[in-house]
């Protein structure tokens, strides 16, 4: 089993291999329930963008997760 700590190998840089980190989660298309997920690159700054379906019923913050308080 991988270390939780590190990100997982799909989530790094092309180009340093430095970690990915969320940047922004932006709605691209209402019609087909689509998000663009924009991620940085903590070491050379380069942006990714990836477009992901939508999930509506993943938690966005602490308060929609059962048992947060």
């Known amino acids: ?6 990100p997982p190998p799909s989530m790094h840089c092309e180009l ?7 940047r922004l989660i932006e ?5 087909l329930d689509m998000e663009v997920h924009k991620f940085v ?5 380069r ?3 990836y477009m992901v379906i939508h999930d509506r019923y993943a938690a966005r913050t ?3 997760m059962s048992g947060a308080r």
């Open 41 to 45: 690159c903590a070491k050379c700054g």
């Open 16 to 22: 340093c291999h430095g970690e990915l980190r969320l």
């Open 62 to 64: 602490t308060r929609n």
């Open 27 to 31: 709605p691209d298309d209402s019609v």
């Open 1 to 6: 089993m991988r270390n939780l700590v590190q």
């Open 47 to 49: 942006e990714y963008s």
